[in-house]
Nanobody
């Protein structure tokens, strides 16, 4: 099973980026998928999660209103559209997926079983 994240880059404050994550090796159409990020010196933190249908989305307060998570089960992908980016959004962003879906939305890294390699987002001021 592999998760391949892409879409990171360098952007000025106020700009936008769209991160994508494609899964291979198995389907995650019945499971939560999510995004986390880790800035230098910090622990990995929750950014957003989405349920199997896409009808349930969950966000960290730090990105709520500026980000939208979505998924395409036919393509086995999850995306994160980030707008109004701030320098404090600078981090490596990781996509993640559960092996078996939890009943409640997973906000913690230990609730996910598969991880992508990360994609770097740098926001300049």
């Amino acid at each position: 099973v592999q998760l391949q994240a892409s879409g990171g880059g360098l952007v000025q404050a106020g700009g936008s980026l769209r991160l994508s994550c494609t899964a291979s090796g198995r389907t995650f159409s019945s499971n939560y998928m999510g995004w986390f990020r880790q800035a230098p010196g910090n622990e990995r933190e929750f950014v957003a999660a989405i349920n199997w249908s896409g009808g349930g989305t969950y966000y960290a307060d730090s990105v709520k209103g500026r980000s939208t998570i979505s998924r395409d089960n036919a393509r086995n992908t999850v995306s994160l559209q980030m707008n109004s980016l701030k320098p404090e959004d600078t981090a490596i962003y990781y996509c993640a997926a559960q092996r078996v879906s939890t009943v409640y939305a997973p906000y913690f890294a230990y609730e996910y079983d598969y991880w992508g390699q990360g994609t770097l987002v740098t926001v300049s001021s």
